[in-house]
């Protein structure tokens, strides 16, 4: 039911392209403000869109706008800046706001690859990241032009999910973005690709020291070992400034991951089975 005043009314079709969801919700690192990305339904572009919103105590105002999808904001570890994910330009990237004033700045975009699982370091200066290969054309656009149905090679076992369609041959790795200082016009390097292999890796964690970067990762020499053990990952530890070896920390069977630091950088708290 819905209710404008003392009006009540059943639920139309029509009334679910008006819904509004919040998703993603952050708190700022003094605990003061919450940003936020706020979904919408774009109906002349038949899907959706979503914009950055800041809300302090009672008032809520929008950071983004525009016909782009922008997600993922993270707040900066002093509170000024936020970098977030976004499909502005055409492509996925990596964009950066200050929060003193001034439009969005992109750090680093990719044709064939979408940022995910972004993470500041403690210092500010850099940013970790999960590089996503972009999928195949969603199922229902493999077609040619003729009408026909474009034929696709698979190479993994594991080659789709319900809700994600068809999965990319490539590998989800970690990478590390190095950040602008504020107020600097500086031009952010390449990002540094830190792991391979031919599984996927799970989201970065920065020790607090900033040298090195938790995350899980399965083991396996090939792409159907480790797709037939997808529920066997391990804990690893790889140094932040690469290249360099991973370190398996974790030692029993089993599924391990969301590694966490402690804030002496002494132990990593880990969830599993």
Do not use: C
């Not at 570890?77 to 936020?82: N, S, V």
């Not at 055409?90 to 064939?112: F, M, T, V, Y």
């Not at 080659?159 to 107020?183: M, N, T």
């Not at 020291?209 to 899980?216: K, R, T």
């Amino acid at each position: 039911m819905i209710t404008n005043g003392s009006k009540t009314r059943a639920v139309q079709l029509a009334d679910f392209l008006t819904l509004k969801v919040v998703t993603d919700p952050r708190p700022s690192p003094d605990g003061s403000r919450v940003v936020l990305a706020l979904q919408e339904v774009d109906v002349s572009g038949d899907g959706y869109l979503s914009h950055l919103w800041l809300v302090d105590g009672s008032e809520s105002r929008p950071l983004t706008r525009g016909k782009v999808k922008d997600r993922s904001a993270r707040w900066s570890p002093d509170g000024r800046r936020i970098a977030f994910v976004s499909d502005r330009g055409g492509e996925q990237g990596i964009w950066l706001l200050d929060l003193a004033g001034g439009e969005p700045r992109l750090l680093h975009s990719w044709k064939n690859l979408s940022p995910s699982g972004l993470t500041w370091s403690p210092r500010g200066d850099r940013l970790a990241f999960l590089g996503v290969p972009t999928p195949p054309e969603p199922e229902g656009e493999m077609k040619t032009g003729d009408g026909g149905l474009k034929l696709r090679r698979i190479t993994r076992p594991m080659y789709r999910f319900d809700g994600s369609g068809w999965l990319a041959d490539e590998r989800a790795h970690i990478h590390v973005l190095d950040v602008p200082a504020p107020g600097s016009n500086a031009v952010s390097p390449e990002p540094r690709q830190l792991t391979t292999g031919p599984a996927d890796d799970g989201p970065p964690a920065w020790s607090p020291d900033g040298a090195e970067i938790a995350y899980a990762g399965l083991l396996g020499e090939t792409a159907d070992e480790v797709d037939l053990r997808r529920n066997e990952s391990q804990v690893f530890i790889i140094a932040a400034d690469g290249p360099g070896e991973p370190r398996r920390i974790t030692k029993r069977d089993g599924g391990w991951g969301g590694p966490v630091w402690s804030p002496d950088g002494r132990w990593i708290a880990v969830t599993g089975t």
